[in-house]
Every structure is written in C-alpha cells, then in structure tokens.
C-alpha cells in the first residue's frame, strides 16, 4: 500500500509541476496543429484530406508532448538535485520511473485525441477502427515517453534535452509514414524508417483510420511493445550507470 501511494503521490507532483504548465502544453498541442494547418493549406483538398493526414498529426501530438514534457521534468530534477532523494527512497528503481512517466504518458495520449476531436466536427470518423487506434495511441505515448526518458537521462541540461529531442523528432516526422508514405522514400532510407518505434504506431493509426496500412495491425503493436520495454530497461540501465553506481 505505502508503493502504491508513493507512486500516486509522484504522478500528482509531477502532473502539477511540470505536465500541466502551460509552456509544455502549447509546445506539445500549438506546434502540431500548426504543422496540421499547413498540410491542409497545402494540399489545397480542403476537408477531404483529414483522414489521410489525421493520423500523421496525432503521433506527431504524442511524440512532441512526451518528450518535451520528459525534458523538463527529468532532467530539471536531476539538475536540482531532487532526483536523488528519489533514488533514496525505499521505492523500486522500475516502479518509481514508471511513476516518472505515468503523467507524460496519459498527458501525451491525451494529446493525441486532441485533433481527433477537431477532426470530428468536419468528417465522419465512424468507421475508424477504434479498437486497433486507441491501443495504438497509447504505445505510441509509451515509446515517445521512454524515448524522452532514454534522452533526459543522458544530458545534464534542459536545453540540452530539447535539442536532443529534435534530433529524433523531426527526421521521424519524415521517415515513419506520417505524412509521407513510406514506400516512397529513397531505398536507402526504407531500413532507417522501419528501425524507429513511430512507423509502426503510425502504420496502425493509418489502418485504422482508412485501412492504408502496411503490416498486420498484431505485428506493428507487437513490434511497438518491444520498443517500449527496451527504451524502458536502457533507460534504467543508465540510470544505475551514470546516477546510482
């Protein structure tokens, strides 16, 4: 019972201190929509390219509010010193980084159903596969967040952080499908795309939404799980490396 109120008692922290601010959620909500807002004026199809672009914009909304959020919250504490009271604690080094990001993960799936909410006031979105898209989603939180986690972990600076963080955000953006299918990348780039986590989130949402998917939808969410649990144990592993040993 103490655990498990150490661990909800680190979510609630962390949700008020750092996931709820508002600099982490314009970053995570303004910079998608915006990147939204110029497919649609580009591709000049109006309404009736929602549900290609859709699920695009609601990895890139998970992908930027986890990690940016992780970027804060970690790396700030371990710089302040603060991290290492929670290292002290009679609490599982696993349990209370799943405490950590607990918050990033709900926040970033919440993220993501933002533009799903917007995309339902202009097309139907009745016949999205929910069953195989909320799964999705919420892997795709999971290994956004373990990414930042593996990220915050490694530098010492915020700032740091962030630009770390774009060096795996934006060529993701490019490589996993989102907007760009990947079939139409160069041949050398093709192994690249199919080594990062986001491509199989993606390759689901985009089945899920008009049935454009590469894969069976049990692969993508399998190889997805196994993205997460090694972000997760490298991560760990480098916190007792470079903080506890």
Not at 96 to 125: R, W
Not at 234 to 241: A, D, G, K, Y
Request: charged share 10%; net charge positive; aromatic share 16%.
């Amino acid at each position: 019972m103490k655990l498990w109120t150490a661990f909800w008692n680190i979510i609630v922290k962390d949700m008020r201190t750092y996931y709820l601010k508002p600099p982490n959620i314009s970053w995570g909500l303004i910079f998608p929509l915006a990147w939204t807002g110029m497919f649609f004026i580009k591709s000049g199809s109006g309404l009736g390219s929602i549900p290609s672009v859709l699920p695009g914009v609601v990895a890139v909304s998970i992908l930027f509010g986890t990690t940016s959020m992780l970027a804060v919250a970690v790396t700030f504490e371990k710089k302040q010193r603060s991290f290492e009271r929670l290292l002290l604690a009679p609490v599982p080094l696993e349990l209370l980084m799943i405490a950590k990001t607990a918050g990033a993960i709900l926040i970033g799936a919440a993220n993501g159903f933002v533009p799903v909410i917007m995309a339902a006031f202009f097309v139907d979105l009745s016949k999205v596969a929910w069953v195989v898209f909320i799964p999705a989603a919420f892997l795709i939180s999971v290994a956004s967040t373990f990414l930042g986690l593996f990220i915050a972990v490694a530098v010492s600076e915020v700032f740091e952080a962030q630009t770390f963080s774009n060096f795996f955000r934006f060529p993701m953006i490019f490589l996993c499908g989102l907007f760009f299918p990947i079939e139409k990348l160069p041949v050398f780039l093709k192994p690249l795309s199919y080594a990062l986590p986001l491509t199989y989130g993606a390759d689901v949402l985009h089945g899920a939404v008009h049935g454009g998917h590469i894969m069976p939808f049990a692969i993508d969410l399998a190889i997805l799980s196994a993205f997460c649990i090694c972000l997760f144990a490298v991560s760990l592993w480098n916190i007792q490396r470079r903080w506890i040993a």
